[in-house]
């Protein structure tokens, strides 16, 4: 095997001055610890409780209640604490905390919704930021500038730090939107230097430093990975075999596993090759995982590039999460396939010095096949007794159908929480992106590297990383994920997750089954049926748009011919969307349309060649159906490129005001003939 790993030798190396344990919490000591891998293997000091504000539906109340009206209620869009008139004018609060604290991570799917955003610091009348939420989550700002805010597939996120000393409150001058905001609470008498816009000018340095390390992760190399004893292993793996590819001893922590496999079937390998790393001459394995989703991958091979692990250009898998031991430790690979894999493995560490405070990296798969979506449930990813930090995830979905599998809130209960203190909005929210949005995106922090399409079909690989919102625990943690799907269907999924926790603590995921370390087999979507002289809305040209986002839908069961509709999400009353239609010989055509109704969507005039052709056409219903086909009008069409308008006019009284419109076909017919 000539696998090398010479994309390594790109590595920027960079030294980052630690501040001194007495500073106080401020702005530049948790910009360091956006990038400081190493201070994860130690329980925070001073501790911290992380705990998360969010527009989650206030109906969800009761964990035994399990309805849509209840705990698996949907409408977490424009919930807030509360409104609150300020010179004359009115602020939604979307969180009121006690400090001393810092929020560590803002996400929106529509902050043009939100308006003006205010954070208030320690009691203040004015301000410490107060600019539009767009500008602020699209890295559009001096103090959180890309990457450190920016979109990803729809998703708007900021990871600036905003430690405060005394309170915090953030509010917006618009109420319709969701949100989520995580933020950090320090012990009483913890000395927090609350932030200013002057301080991030001081900061300059460390705002380079953290930049350059979020923008190209892989290439990241901070001072700790250049301090390094390899160990390693190269060669077969025989089908069925087992092999300990390192034995360390003394007390040292792994800080990167690099790791480049060759198989003929290199999915089937990645997930049915067992990684294991046993601590301390300890029986049962900590990690334990098939070795591609250790990575973050799933299935087989995908790019991507985060701080903690990631694949590189040339597939060689990376992590570098730092793994401290006391006295020695074992890296297991067992192979449950029947091929022979070529591996590479290399291994770095540093000499590490055990404490009271030190804690064993934990990294635990867990899958299910055939989960029915029906009814809803809670799936949990882990649940852990015990001391430690968690620290991050990835999913992946198997999903047999185009809808959206991914409505589900996250609910990670902390120490016996009877609620969660993080209650989400929608998994992809959780995973910071939006919409459902099938788009690829990878970054330092979250990423989905993997998504089959059309639409949501398929295999979807998503991650989090929680590095400056990572979650402290002192005697249980619990993570859970609602299965929310659009549709009654049959789903498969696993998720690995990351967390560093004392000796002594215990986990509830077991040893992977053998039967669930294959990669699931997914049925090959039918041919959809299609109506024929449709001309659909999905394929038309967009001629323009003067607000909103548009997309292609795409859904089993809703009716469309194809499958498919063309999607208008987020537009405003006033807001017009044109979209052009051809016609091969000029004439006089009945022209009908099928829409889509839901309780989300608008009232729409609608025009063709700026003709009215439907006034206020209400498009509200409870629940989304497809219409019937609908006469507009007949008139004269030329030959060549006609025009067909939608203008949004407002909304059903009933409806959620979002004003979306769907488009599934227009079609053209002579008129009949007149007797």
Not at 1 to 12: D, I, P, S, V
Not at 124 to 130: G, Q, S
Not at 176 to 200: C, H, L, M, P, W
Not at 224 to 248: C, Q
């Amino acid at each position: 095997m000539t696998k090398k790993f010479g994309t390594l030798a790109l590595f920027l190396c960079i030294t980052f001055a630690r501040p001194a344990l007495a500073d106080p919490i401020s702005i530049e000591t948790l910009l360091h610890e956006m990038i400081d891998l190493p201070a994860l293997a130690t329980f925070p000091d001073p501790a911290y409780v992380t705990k998360q504000f969010s527009s989650y539906d206030q109906r969800s109340t009761d964990r035994a209640v399990l309805t849509d009206e209840n705990w698996f209620a949907n409408g977490d869009r424009g919930q807030h604490l509360r409104a609150e008139e300020r010179n004359g004018a009115t602020e939604h609060v979307l969180m009121d905390a006690e400090g001393p604290g810092a929020i560590v991570r803002f996400w929106s799917a529509n902050p043009a919704d939100a308006g003006v955003l205010r954070i208030y610091l320690d009691g203040e009348d004015t301000p410490v930021i107060e600019v539009s939420l767009e500008d602020y989550l699209g890295g559009k700002t001096e103090y959180a500038p890309k990457p450190i805010a920016g979109e990803r597939s729809r998703g708007w996120n900021s990871h600036l730090p905003i430690p405060y000393a005394k309170h915090c409150k953030v509010t917006t001058s618009k109420p319709d939107f969701y949100y989520q905001i995580n933020y950090r609470s320090y012990g009483a008498g913890t000395e927090v230097k609350s932030f200013s816009v002057k301080q991030t000018k001081a900061a300059a340095k460390a705002y380079k430093e953290v930049s350059a390390a979020i923008e190209d992760p892989a290439a990241y190399a901070p001072e700790h990975l250049t301090k390094e004893k390899d160990f390693g292993f190269e060669g077969e793996v025989r089908g069925g075999g087992e092999l300990p590819v390192v034995i360390a001893d003394g007390a040292q922590a792994f800080t990167q596993i690099l790791c480049a496999v060759e198989a003929a079937d290199l999915a089937a390998a990645l997930r049915g090759a067992v990684i294991r790393i046993y601590y301390d001459g300890e029986k049962t394995p900590r990690v334990e995982a098939p070795l591609g989703d250790f990575f973050g991958t799933a299935p087989g091979i995908n790019a991507y590039a985060s701080l903690n692990s990631g694949v590189l250009p040339d597939n060689t898998l990376y992590s570098r999460w730092v793994m401290p031991f006391h006295k020695g430790a074992a890296i297991v690979l067992t192979n449950t396939t029947e091929a022979t894999l070529n591996v590479k493995m290399d291994v770095h560490s540093m000499p590490w010095k055990w404490d009271k405070n030190s804690l064993y990296f934990h990294a635990k798969w867990r899958a299910e096949h055939d989960i029915k979506t029906r009814p809803r449930q809670d799936w949990n990813y882990v649940t852990v007794q015990g001391r430690g930090r968690f620290v991050g995830d990835m999913l992946h979905i198997s999903n047999p159908v185009p809808a959206w599998w991914g409505e589900g809130d996250e609910k990670i209960y902390v120490d016996g929480e009877a609620f969660p203190s993080h209650f989400g909005t929608g998994t992809e929210d959780y995973y910071g992106y939006a919409w459902c949005d099938n788009q690829p995106f990878t970054h330092a922090y979250h990423n989905q590297p993997h998504c089959d399409g059309p639409a949501n079909y398929g295999n979807t690989c998503v991650s989090r990383y929680h590095i400056i919102d990572d979650i402290p625990f002192t005697t249980s943690f619990q993570f859970d994920m609602e299965v929310w799907h659009w549709e009654d269907c049959i789903i498969d999924q696993s998720a690995i997750s990351y967390w560093y926790a004392d000796r002594t603590s215990t986990n509830n995921v077991s040893a992977p089954d053998p039967a669930l370390l294959i990669v699931p087999e997914i049925a090959a979507l039918p041919e959809p049926k299609r109506v024929e002289g449709a001309l659909e809305g999905e394929k038309l040209e967009v001629i323009s748009k003067t607000g909103g986002n548009l997309t292609v839908q795409n859904a089993v069961g809703w009716g469309w011919s194809a499958n498919e509709q063309v999607w208008w999400t987020e537009p405003a009353p006033g807001d017009k969307l044109t979209l052009g239609f051809t016609v091969e010989t000029a004439g006089t055509y009945e022209v009908a349309a099928v829409f889509t109704k839901a309780g989300d969507y608008g009232i729409a005039n609608l025009y063709i060649n700026g003709a009215l052709v439907a006034k206020e056409m209400d498009f509200y219903n409870n629940g989304v159906v497809a219409t019937p086909e609908i006469g507009l009008a007949t008139l004269e069409l030329k030959a060549g490129r006609n025009e067909f308008t939608v203008e949004i006019t407002g909304s059903n009284a009933m409806a959620e005001p979002k004003h979306m419109a769907g488009l599934d076909y227009l079609i053209l017919r002579a008129p009949a003939a007149t007797p």
